[in-house]
Nanobody, 124 residues
Framework: QVQLLESGGGLVQAGGSLRLSCAAS????????MGWFRQAPGKEREFVAA????????RHADSVKGRFTISRDSAENTVYLQMSSLKPEDTAVYYC?????????????????WGQGTQVTVSS
């Protein structure tokens, strides 16, 4: 059974940094794309970043380019989201997700597995 467990969220001041982790277990993830999504109160869930497990290809949403970086450690079966220059509008619950795909997909419906989420709050 696939499990995705996020950690690393918290409260940070604007301009600060956080690193989110997603520990993945339950299967081999080669052939999968791992993604980070977020959902702010009253808003729809949105794509943040994704990485192909095998090749390491990445995509980032325009809103986070230059500030957030997704990476993975295959040996540790962990995906990271390094977040810098955080803004109050980055406040949301951040979710880790997995999609079986040979391209780096950004559409929520393509993702089959989801974690429970971790709260990130950025104060002004």
């Amino acid at each position: 059974q696939v499990q995705l467990l996020e950690s690393g969220g918290g409260l940070v001041q604007a301009g600060g940094s956080l690193r989110l982790s997603c520990a993945a277990s339950g299967r081999t993830f080669s052939g999968y794309v791992m993604g980070w999504f977020r959902q702010a109160p009253g808003k729809e869930r949105e794509f943040v970043a994704a990485i192909s497990w095998s090749a390491g290809w990445t995509r980032h949403a325009d809103s986070v380019k230059g500030r957030f970086t997704i990476s993975r450690d295959s040996a540790e079966n962990t995906v990271y989201l390094q977040m810098s220059s955080l803004k109050p509008e980055d406040t949301a619950v951040y979710y880790c997700a997995a999609a079986y795909s040979n391209v780096v997909v950004t559409t929520i419906s393509r993702y089959n597995y989801w974690g429970q989420g971790t709260q990130v709050t950025v104060s002004s």
